[in-house]
C-alpha cells in the first residue's frame, strides 16, 4: 500500500491550570490515508467475436461496485481488446486505485466465443466434362469462390464429388464451409 499525505493541519494545543495560567503548543498533525479500495469484480461472463474476429471491453463491464472511502480514481483492466486467439477462458485483472493513490486488484474469468458462420462463396455455375470411361470428378476447391472466415476455415466439403453418365446435365452441389471454432455454413451451384 501507498501511505499518502493528505493533509497537513496546524494544531495549537492550549493548556491552562488551575490557577488560570496557560501555555500553548503549535505542532502539526499529519492526515494520511493508507486503506487501499476495495476491488470487487462481476463473476465469469461470456463476450461474442464479431463478424471481423475482435470483441472489447472495459473497465466497468468488469467492475461489480469498487468502493473506497474518499473516492475512486481509476479503473483499469489488464486487457480490454480480444480477437480469435483469445477463443476461451481469460483471466483479467481489475485495478482499482483511489483518489490517494493506494490500489487493490481482483480477476474474473472473460470467455470468449466465436458464434460467427464463415462467409460461403459458390463459383458461378460451371460445366465438367465426362472423360472416356464416362466418369468424371470435382472437388471442394473447384466449388469454392473465395469462401471466408475471420478466424480462419478449417474445413471445405461438397455434397458430391463423383458423377458418371447418370448425371449428365445439371447438378446442384452444396458446399459447406466450417470454420476452426464449428460454425458452418453453406451456398449452392450448379
Do not use: W
Not at 63 to 69: E, K, R
Not at 70 to 78: K, R, V
Not at 142 to 150: K, Q, W
Not at 171 to 185: A, E, Q, R
Amino acid at each position: 500500500m501507498v501511505e499518502r499525505r493528505i493533509r497537513d493541519s496546524t494544531i495549537t494545543i492550549t493548556v491552562t491550570d488551575v490557577n488560570g495560567k496557560s501555555s500553548t503548543l503549535t505542532t502539526f498533525v499529519n492526515v494520511e490515508v493508507n486503506v487501499a479500495p476495495s476491488a470487487l469484480c462481476v463473476a465469469p461472463f461470456t463476450i461474442q467475436l464479431d463478424a471481423n474476429g475482435t470483441a472489447s471491453i472495459t473497465a466497468a463491464d468488469i467492475n461489480n461496485g469498487s468502493t473506497d472511502a474518499c473516492g475512486i480514481d481509476t479503473l483499469t483492466i489488464s486487457q480490454t481488446d480480444f480477437d480469435c486467439t483469445h477463443i476461451g477462458d481469460n483471466t483479467i485483472t481489475l485495478t482499482v486505485t483511489d483518489v490517494n493513490g493506494n490500489s487493490s486488484t481482483c480477476t474474473t474469468i472473460v470467455t470468449v466465443e466465436d458464434n460467427v458462420a464463415p462467409t460461403a462463396l459458390c463459383v458461378a455455375p460451371f460445366t465438367i466434362q465426362l472423360d472416356a470411361n464416362g466418369t468424371a470428378s470435382i472437388t471442394a476447391a473447384d466449388i469454392d469462390n473465395g469462401s471466408t472466415d475471420a478466424c480462419g476455415i478449417d474445413t471445405l466439403t461438397i455434397s458430391q464429388t463423383d458423377f458418371d453418365c447418370s448425371y449428365i446435365g445439371d447438378n446442384t452441389i452444396t458446399l459447406t464451409v466450417t470454420d476452426v471454432n464449428g460454425n458452418t455454413s453453406t451456398c449452392t451451384t450448379v
